[in-house]
């Protein structure tokens, strides 16, 4: 792995105009990015002074743009910290800052930590690369600076993309390094959904493509092995509410509008979970407004239980954080939302538990554990109120008491280990 390789003129303009002009005009503009600015520097900072690898050190930095992708190799991180490799994790947006520094604080892998924080701008990959000198870089969907590539490329350095999927900004990359003089990075493209493949090799003739599973599900199953004391609480706490249970995960006022056809004026049979996905006060005043509109009174999970409601229902409004993914397991039913507005949550930590589940349509194409779960029958994707009523009204149907039929999502685990076979057959002496 060379470091600090010549580079052509092109590039080397290039690099200076995104790290003299763009880049400080973006994080003047963008109000995420300026407020993370500072923190975004120091990151950059400790990334370019970091010691190289010791002798039989194997390194590998972690990339990703959002929450969302963090999630999605951090399984991959997690193994490769187990068997003693050193990590470099790194996010861009904004968004992630608690998340990154959660990583920082916690974990007790014998890998070591090397750096969690904000990743580069682009312009700044190099130098960057030059500091950290990482065997690997690991990054997800379709993440892609042309920068970091050309960067990344000179240098020896491959690239994993976990859950790629051909989308415009690898293209767009692709034709940049071609009128930067770069040639591309040796590049493991490793998709989710067999459909991509064909298109992802016509993109990328060099490229190895493979069709692995995705490592959100491992997690999400051992999170479910693991339990949580919190939920084992709750569960006991709430015991006497009527069955069965419903979970509306993620759930946005959108959503809860469109179940009032099945819970509006005093229809509904069993107990309503509600964990929003905003749980500042203003989103839980939302939230519990349009509970209201429903007929309903809700309980908060932080509260004193003043009372177990008589009749055939009730309401549970989960204001914590932290263990939806756990919550599910005492559902006999969910419903994620997000699917009636900017895009559909997480489907995978209600399925994984083996329960029905239900979306609403916006952006749900986009996920291919969407389609895989429809395949199994698990999943329902809804388009609006009345049919979503009629999906609960059948699941109060199959289990009045709480005796919900489970699903088996066993296929669709083990990709955690599929990623790391790609990634230890990158990696010099990784041992694949």
Known sequence: MSVAPREG??????????????????????GGLRRTAKARGESVDRLRRMAAPGPGARRVWFHAASVGELESIRPVLERA?????????????????????????????????????????????????????????????YEAWPELWAAAAARGIPIVIVGARPRGSLATVKRALRWLGSGLPRL?????DENDLAALRALFPGAAVVRVGDPRWDRAAERARRG?????????????????WGMVGSAWPADLRRLGWAWGDGRGVGTLWVA????????????????????LQASRTSGPLARVPEGRRACVLVNEMGFLSELYRVADWAFVGGGFGAGVHSTIEPAV??????????????????????????????????????????RVKDSPGGAAKRFDVSGLLGGTEAVWARLRGVVPGGGA
Not at 102 to 115: D, N, Q, V
Not at 230 to 243: C, F, K, S, T, W
């Open 81 to 141: 910290r187990a068997e003693g490799w050193e990590a470099v994790v790194t996010g861009f947006s904004p968004s992630l800052e608690s998340a990154l520094r959660r990583l920082e604080e916690g974990g007790s892998a014998p890998g070591r930590l090397r750096h969690s924080g904000f990743s580069p701008g682009e312009g700044s990959w190099g130098s960057a690369l030059d500091g950290a000198r990482p065997h690997a870089i690991v990054t997800a969907k």
């Open 228 to 244: 949580s004391a919190r939920v084992d609480e709750l569960a006991r706490r709430y015991g006497a509410l009527p069955r069965p």
């Open 276 to 295: 929003p996905h905003r749980v500042d006060e203003a989103g839980l005043r939302e939230i519990e407004g349009a509970l209201a509109e429903l007929g």
């Open 188 to 192: 493991e493209l490793l998709a989710f």
């Open 9 to 30: 003129f092109r590039l080397r303009l290039y690099r200076w105009f995104m790290r003299s002009l763009v880049w400080p005009a973006a994080q003047g503009l963008v």
């Open 353 to 394: 538990h083996g329960l029905p589940v239900a979306a609403g349509p916006s952006r749900a194409e986009t996920f291919a554990e969407v389609r895989a779960l429809a395949r199994l029958g698990q999943l329902s994707l809804v388009r609006d109120g009345r049919e979503l009523a009629a999906w609960v009204n059948a």
